[in-house]
């Protein structure tokens, strides 16, 4: 049977569009981390959105598991298939739906296919006079329809927003193989519900995004950036509000003494220019007045600072933060937690969760990047080997996520759920909350086709 269904697939999106092979199909099977690791029957790579309806049909009539997936970059298992499932799995890789379709300058948005990269869709705006704000490590081989169904976030989500903030319409191809359309780019739109919303951080388990329209901005005249060091999160905060009082604030991004230590080790070529218990990399928009240096000197007066002088030195340091995640993967294995904390609790939630953790685990390292600016901590634990860090993750989870949920945060800060946080999602969501995510995911996908064990981890085949 498994024969005449790939016969199928072939029929639908040729044999050149279809990986069989497992060796060949292993970068689709993991996750980015290594954690999860599947098994598919094929990966198919579709090209329009009408073979996806066909597939989706095919796999509806067949039982076939579908797991949509993008770039395969996601930090959380979302899009990674399950190792071990009742009923068969296949990848349906929208990479070879990458093409820009239009651009309209006037009303400053962009018509593309949910497989185009994240870095195709901000270079060809910048092309064309405009600006994409959504930037993330990942943006060269991330897609815009990954960046969708998990509601990316980045480094300018303080003044642009989610990922959420700048979707204009969509087009998704349903489980049922209906297609949702909501293509318009109309900024004010109030008829009724906003469907849309449902498919954006949904991770794949809702519908396929195969269509987007994306807000673009008019490109910043000007920019600086720089690197500040200081001892307590309370003097960034106010830096940052110091800085919030004089101009557009776009980037605020806290690095941790431990996670300084690591990167510098690791990529000694092109270390920190400072150190502190914090540095924090900021960038700003401005209008290119003669006077906003002298006036960021007079708000930054009272600690260390490197200004940017050129576009080669800001490259650098946007290098460092984006190789932060990799410096931290060569250093070993951690407990990884992505936490969003009201930014007026932060220090509190590290004095009180790094003596919670050292009380049981007195060599713990706990290792801290992260968005500052909108409440974002990337926060990690290394416990003495390998061995204990794997062997004590639970333990460690609730300690992390027990402090933070009662500082009012979340066990999610932009990653998502997936695989990795089912649990943990149901114990942190107000019950109603969670029963009408799976009741709507029941609706849509009654025969749960689409992503099972994702988010729900109650929902099985």
Known sequence: MENSLLAKFVAIVGQNNIITDPAQQQPYLADWRGRYQGKA?????????????QLVNLCNVNNITIIPQGGNTSLSGAATPLNQSTLSQVIINLSMMNKILSINKEDNSINVEAGCT??????????????????IAAKDSCQIGGNIATNAGGIHVIKYGMIRDMVLGLEVVLPNGEIFNSLNNLRKNNSYLDLKQLFIGSEGTLGIITRAILKLYPKPVGVITGLISVKTIFQAIDILNRLYAHFSVCAFEIIGKTMQSIYNTHFAANKFPLNDNWLILF??????????????????????????DSMVSRQNLWHIRENLPLAEKIHGIAIKHDISLPISQIELFIKQNEKSIKDYYPDAQIIIFGHLGDGNLHYNV????????????????????????????SVSAEHGIGQLKTSWYKLAIDPVGYNLAKQIKQLLDPKNIFNPKKIFSEIIQ
């Open 283 to 308: 960038e700003l928009e401005t209008n290119n007045e003669n006077n906003t240096l002298n006036i960021l000197s007079e708000v930054l007066n009272d600690v260390s600072v490197v200004i940017c």
């Open 41 to 53: 029957m094929a990966v198919v790579k579709p090209q329009t959105t009408t073979q996806v309806v």
């Open 118 to 135: 994240l870095a195709k869709v901000i270079d060809y705006a910048e092309a064309n006079g405009r600006y994409f704000p959504l930037n």
């Open 382 to 409: 290394q416990l003495a080997t390998n061995e204990q860090t794997i062997e004590q993750e639970v333990y460690i989870n609730k300690l992390v996520y027990t402090d933070a949920l009662s500082l009012g945060g």
